[in-house]
């Protein structure tokens, strides 16, 4: 008999978007944790300043989700987190309050009460690992408890757990990274010509900059992020008020501009710096303190431990202060364990506690050097492979902790850009590697359209160029695009499906792109110009066909039901989507002339033939879709015009494909086990014929303009391979 599940209970202080999506992944991950990890994830309490939430016995994420709906507060009046904390009764700490400006009191304070309560701690609040590191560190080993906080620092790139594991014997010398995406999105909007009010305004309207975006514009979050790593790596000892910092207001146009000329990208970068600068004063300004608050300096003789360095000394590594987090301790005596207040009251620099002594109760240390001035770095040819290798392996550079935060001229390692090759026999092969594979090809006309590595990819066949149309946001997927002879289209949705979705269309010729709001179970769209439509959930619980003029912005509903079920399709002024009902009814695509209103159901087996349809898709005035049965599988298409069925192939045919003049399709070739050919078939008749004959069999096909396209994987890469059809 398998054992009983292990039931981990949660505590989470703060419920906004993150708190909500954390909840939707457990829930969406509810059987993966049990089945292969034997684990129960339960919620045993929740606040916020509006409202809380105690069940001792435990509810599941889901239930707690539906206990406070989207933008609704929890639903039993605010606690002291202090009582919240006692009462849950939970194994870990969930720290996801909104970060505070100076000190991080208020958060620094709810990991140590849980620590004092036993619990294991959780946080994506970069404020306490900024500001508190040491503290909190002394606190976990002192009490036994462990505390992760990779999202604090690149969202979720284990580059905490990258040091602790993978370089577990290395001292970390220093770093040089790009925190802060804000300044990314704006700085390229100016490069295009906006102004920077308008660039600011769009950055917020997608989702990059908050409201108050100043925290991002003057160097403060990538201060946060670049003193956290720097503390927690490298022992620095730092806060972000050490940090010296340039903001976003301060940078000319002109030097922006001469960037992009020179072909570089001006990026806002942090990095230690090795170089002392006489007559250095730290500086403690916050955006809401500025000149009121101070930092006690430390000398060379003021060590963490309290003694000065004596020459042989062996410096700590990063693998030495990660490692005390798994190595409990001895419990520190109450006399030397360190406090901050936590009333919720104004903030002041921590200091002693009432008649505490010893290290640990000392102030936080001030800057042990001083910042690196801004300048422009000079950059090398592109090689987009310098982003991974930045952000993965960090930059070792000899120096002191102290970081600076300041605008570089980068080369454009943070601009991908697809592996693009000519082959020589005529046509394109975009290569990827597992993280970077080339997916769900689209042809129009004299263009490609696809899917990799996050971002959606358009092509020029006739001269090769490429560039990037759409890119995901932070915590977002991007869906297979769609594309016609002047747009593209695909949808941006929430991984955890929670948030509403986004429908991007672009217009090729104006190289401009628009979104369009849609709920958070939308999937995949279909375009035929002018015309998107797209399956959706709506708040009844019913499934509901939407199309949307993109000229005019109008929307409509096609149809709204329970049997309605992807794919939705679009071809010549028409949008068709499919009709799967319950029991052995057949299934059945209906579609809607969009001029006239008129509809036609296209009955895809009959009712209790035992056969499967798949692959339905639409071009022009065709219907295509597969039927199989244990046997064989069979190609069928349905010309709208003639209202004629029409079997295209039939045996063991894959992936089929079609532009409403050609079909094609893969099938063995006959000659080897693996082998395969890819056939085609002209609908105006005639038998079929050799298109192609990939290395490997496809995993999906396109076809349009009078070309062909591939995904194939070798085993260790991944091509995307477009080619002339044969005549």
């Not at 929740?46 to 809380?52: L, N």
């Not at 943070?414 to 046509?427: E, M």
């Amino acid at each position: 008999m398998d054992a009983a599940p292990l039931t981990v209970k949660l505590c989470l202080l703060g419920f906004g978007n993150v708190a909500r999506g954390f909840c939707a992944l457990l829930a969406k991950q509810e059987r993966a944790l049990a089945d292969e990890h034997g684990l129960r994830v339960v919620v045993t309490g929740a606040g916020t300043r509006r409202g809380s939430l105690i069940a001792a016995e435990g509810m599941a994420p889901a239930a707690v989700l539906a206990a406070a709906p989207k933008e609704a507060p929890l639903p039993e009046p605010p606690r002291p987190a202090a009582e919240l904390l006692a009462a849950s009764g939970a194994d870990v700490l969930v720290e996801l309050t909104v970060m505070e400006e100076d000190f991080a009191p208020v958060a620094t304070g709810h990991i140590e009460a849980a620590f004092d309560l036993g619990m294991d701690v959780v946080t994506a609040n970069k404020g306490p690992i900024a500001w508190n590191w040491d503290r909190i560190a002394a606190k976990a080993t002192a009490a036994g408890r462990r505390i992760r906080f990779e999202s604090t620092v690149m969202d979720g790139l284990p580059v905490f757990s990258l040091l602790e594991f993978t370089l577990a014997d290395c001292r970390l010398l220093g770093f040089e990274a790009i925190f802060n995406s804000t300044t990314n999105f704006i700085i390229d909007a100016m490069a295009r010509g906006e102004g920077f009010d308008t660039a600011l305004r769009h950055a917020q309207d997608e989702g990059f900059a908050e409201a108050d975006p100043s925290h991002d514009i003057d160097g403060w979050d990538a201060a946060c992020k670049a003193a956290a790593l720097a503390n927690v790596a490298m022992g620095a000892g730092i806060t972000p008020a050490d940090v010296d910092k340039q903001s976003l207001c301060d940078v000319p146009l002109e030097r922006i501009k001469a960037a992009y000329a020179a072909g570089k990208r001006l990026r806002l970068a942090g990095r230690p710096d090795p170089r002392p600068r006489p007559g250095y004063r730290a500086r403690h300004r916050s955006p809401a303190r500025a000149a009121r608050r101070g930092v006690a300096r430390r000398g060379p003789a003021h060590r963490p431990h309290g003694r000065r360095r004596r020459r042989g000394d062996r410096r700590p590594g990063a693998a030495d202060r990660l490692r005390r987090l798994r190595r409990p301790a001895a419990p520190v005596p109450d006399d030397l364990r360190p406090t901050l207040p936590h009333d919720g009251g104004p903030s002041a620099p921590p200091g002693p506690a009432p008649g505490a002594s010893g290290p640990l109760a000392a102030p936080l240390p001030g800057p042990p050097a001083a910042p690196l001035p801004t300048r422009v770095v000079d950059a090398a040819p592109a090689n987009p492979w310098r982003r991974a290798i930045l952000l993965a392996l960090l930059v070792l550079a000899v120096g002191s902790a102290l970081g600076a935060v300041g605008f570089a001229a980068e080369q454009r390692l943070f601009v991908w850009k697809p592996d693009v090759k000519a082959l020589p026999g005529g046509g394109w092969r975009i290569t990827g590697s597992a993280g970077l594979r080339p997916l769900a090809p689209a042809l129009a006309g004299d263009r490609l359209a696809w899917s990799q590595a996050g971002y959606t990819c358009l092509m020029e066949l006739a001269s090769g160029d490429t560039k990037v149309i759409g890119a995901a946001s932070r915590g977002t997927d991007l869906w297979p695009p769609a594309l016609d002879t002047r747009s593209a289209a695909w949808l941006e949705s929430d991984k955890n499906g929670v948030d509403p979705a986004h429908l991007w269309v672009y217009d090729i010729g104006r190289g401009r792109r628009v979104a369009h709001r849609a709920g958070a179970a939308a999937e995949a769209p279909a375009l035929s110009d002018p015309f998107l439509a797209w399956l959706d959930d709506q708040p009844d619980g019913h499934r509901e066909v939407t199309a949307l003029d993109v000229e005019t912005g109008r929307r409509s509903a096609l149809a709204t039901g329970d049997g309605l079920s992807s794919p939705v399709i679009a071809g010549d002024d028409a949008v068709g989507w499919l009709l799967q009902p319950t029991g052995d009814a057949a299934p059945t695509v209906v579609v809607r002339d969009l001029g006239t209103g008129t509809e036609t159901a296209i009955m895809l087996a009959s009712a209790g033939s035992g056969l499967t349809v798949g692959d339905i898709q639409m071009a022009g005035h065709l219907v295509l879709w597969t039927q199989r049965s244990s046997r064989t599988t069979r190609i069928v298409a349905y010309d709208l015009e003639s209202r004629q069925t029409t079997t295209v192939a039939d045996g063991a045919v894959e992936t089929p494909a079609t532009d409403g003049e050609v079909v094609v399709w893969a099938q063995p070739d006959g000659t080897s086990p693996h082998g395969c050919v890819v056939m085609m078939r002209g609908l105006g008749g005639g038998p079929p014929s050799v298109a192609a004959r990939p290395a490997a069999w496809p995993a999906g096909l396109a076809v349009g303009g009078g070309r062909l396209a591939w995904v194939i994987n070798d085993g260790t890469w991944t091509y995307l391979d477009v080619m002339e059809l044969p005549s």
